[in-house]
């Protein structure tokens, strides 16, 4: 193309030959058309007194206005039709000016100089300026370019105004959706422009996203969603927010992230001959970032809630609740608790129980359940007082875990209850005493004031604690 407009001085002259001859050729032809076609200006003009040979009044006979050629290109402004906004591109649309043999795009900020980003050809009527800054009025103006004999360009007038957009955000990347117990971690890529996030969350049949939660500044990437339950799917969004240059609000767009609440489940054969469970097959569970589920019962389904099966460890000072599915067990409970040299080593089955007791002393258990004939009982760490839950032996209760008592196995109340309220008469309780692996560990409790003569796991002396503002209460 630019070959071409380098010999633009040969075809200059050439066209301005050809314009002499159409004028002077077609000079009588007008004459002769406006005599023919219009005998009444005839008549009026013949009446003047002068005549012109080729009269003004024939301006708007087309063989005339053909000489286009004579408006220089360099002379009319490009008109700036539109200019449109991306995240980070400008499209720009213009009316190209005849004669021109290319167009210069011209640019500038309120920061930056008006500069030439590029050069078109001359059937260009749009550009699209990328890669540019987010939140940013850019200003675009658009003039014609000619080149001269040397093949140089020469640019055209332009509307030093300029036609202005501003940037939107850069979408936002949402990173991931990932299980933390039971909740769901959403996070992004950091974006130092916006004001903050807006995270979405949709279900997997709505229709429409709602909104979650608006996080301010640009500095938190991630947020934890915990109202979600167990089987639950989400489909998150990440937009920010912010200003842009002009003033005006900004939104991003993202990505969409999907996530389920879900659980894992883990087989294990136990295989420490010093375990209470040797050679047993255990069910375990697992939240969906891996951390086990120490307490799992309330994510049982029905299939796995099997019967209640009870392991005392005495080496331990730790008791373990199953649920046996088949063959399978399935650590649900573990207590802390104190039995004594005299507790049997053994299976056993549970034959009764007893809301309050008399136990040796004289002294009183709570949430008593025999296991063995002769009066060996799960129960409560002991009372000194019949049917008085604010009489405990705070000493007994600060020995839990170790092996001290006549061979009653002594729980924290909460405990001796779970087992007194959910373990049917005839339940299968192991007695053993070994060193190695347990499923569960063995929770840690600490030691009450003498003051506080009340298990503070008690539901029946959470009153006290509240009136002493002790135990979380
Ligand atoms: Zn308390």
């Not at 077609?26 to 005599?35: E, Q």
């Not at 002379?75 to 000016?97: D, H, M, Q, Y």
Request: charged share 25%.
């Amino acid at each position: 193309m630019k070959s071409f407009f380098k010999h633009k001085g040969i075809y200059s002259f050439l066209m301005a030959l050809v314009l002499f001859f159409v004028t002077f050729f077609s000079a009588p032809v007008v004459r002769l058309d406006a005599a023919t076609i219009n005998p009444d200006e005839q008549i009026n003009r013949s009446e003047g007194e002068t005549v012109d040979p080729v009269p003004e009044e024939t301006t708007d006979d087309p063989v005339d206005e053909e000489p286009v050629e004579e408006t220089d290109p360099l002379e009319e402004i490009p008109e700036l039709v539109s200019a449109k906004a991306k995240t980070n591109k400008i499209t720009i649309n213009f009316r190209g000016v005849t004669g021109a043999e290319g167009y210069a795009i011209y640019r500038w900020t309120d920061d930056d100089d008006m500069e030439i980003i590029d050069e078109l050809d001359e059937d260009a009527k749009s550009y699209t300026d990328t890669g540019l800054k987010q939140l940013k009025t850019y200003y675009y103006s658009v003039a014609a370019i000619v080149y001269d004999d040397e093949g140089d360009a020469v640019y055209g007038e332009m509307d030093e105004e300029g036609i202005e957009a501003t940037t939107g955000f850069k979408n936002i990347k949402v990173l991931s959706v990932e299980p933390v117990r039971i909740s769901q971690k959403v996070t992004w890529k950091k974006n130092s422009s916006a004001q903050g996030y807006i995270v979405y969350r949709k279900a997997e049949d709505a229709a429409k996203y709602t909104k979650l939660k608006k996080i301010k500044g640009a500095a938190t990437t991630s947020f934890l969603d915990k109202k979600v339950n167990l089987g639950d799917t989400f489909t998150y969004k990440v937009v920010a927010y912010g200003e842009a240059d002009d003033g005006s609000s900004k939104k991003s767009g993202s990505n969409e992230v999907t996530g389920t609440v879900e659980l894992k489940i883990k087989k294990k054969k136990v295989k420490d001959q010093n375990s209470s469970v040797y050679n047993k097959t255990l069910r375990l569970y697992y939240f969906g970032d891996g951390t086990r589920i120490e307490d799992p019962e309330k994510y049982l389904s029905d299939d796995e809630k099997g019967t209640y099966e009870i392991y005392v460890n005495k080496a331990k000072g730790q008791t373990v609740v199953y649920s046996k599915v088949g063959k399978e067990l399935i650590p649900l409970k573990s207590f802390i608790c104190s039995p004594g040299y005299a507790t049997p080593i053994g299976t056993h089955h549970t034959i009764v129980k007893l809301r309050w007791h008399e136990l040796m002393g004289p002294c009183w258990g709570q949430w008593c359940t025999r296991v063995v004939s002769n009066g060996i009982y799960f129960h409560s760490i002991f009372y000194n007082s019949y049917n008085n839950n604010k009489n405990l032996a705070v000493g007994a209760y600060n020995r839990l875990g170790t092996v001290c008592s006549h061979g009653c196995i002594r729980l924290q109340a909460y405990a001796a209850k779970w087992i007194f309220d959910n373990c049917a008469i005839g339940t299968t309780v192991h007695v053993v005493s070994k060193t190695g692996y347990e499923p569960l560990a063995r929770p840690k409790v600490a030691a009450l004031p003498y003051w506080h003569t009340w298990d503070p796991t008690d539901p029946g002396a959470v009153k006290y604690c509240k009136e002493h503002h002790c135990h979380g209460q």
